[in-house]
């Protein structure tokens, strides 16, 4: 179950940033024992032409590449999954019935956690959203303006949209507030 401690997002983000660099750092280590294993074989039973045995073990290093990288992502994808379905889940229903209430509840007791910034980023929003339709729009906006720095790339484009939009809708400007975001 995610916990809600925006006050932690900087610590947050750092925290992902690292878990990523540990997992590519483990990849790459891991490439170039197999990459060296598979080279030093080939090398010691090789009774040939030595460009003919450069070419081979460059050609074993892209297929090994290709095949770590296919590994990753799938793993990567699968690490994903189960957050965005449980999210995108609860979000579909929230807009069947627009009821704030039971999208905070929903939000913050999923089974699942985020598993990467984005993620959590999403998640955070996704209450600033359910806060809004419970009309506690100072909430939101506390939320939002604490989930804004540290937002990246289009999930900084939209917190900051939503953070204008709220206020406009506060001094009679604006429209509705957007929908809270899925696919994720």
Known sequence: MPEYRPENLPEDRKRFQRESGRRILGIALLYAAVLAAVDAGMVRGFRGNWRVLALL?????????????????????????????????IIRQYQDDHDGTKLWRALTSMHSTPQSFQQETMWYFNLAVALCAQRRTEDALDLLLLLSPCAEGEEKKLVDAYIRQIRENQSGHGSAAPSPSGDR
């Open 57 to 89: 073990c460059l050609l074993a290093a892209l297929a090994l590449l290709l095949a770590v990288l296919l590994i990753a992502l799938r793993r990567s994808d699968r690490r994903l999954a189960a957050f965005r379905e449980e999210s995108n889940a």
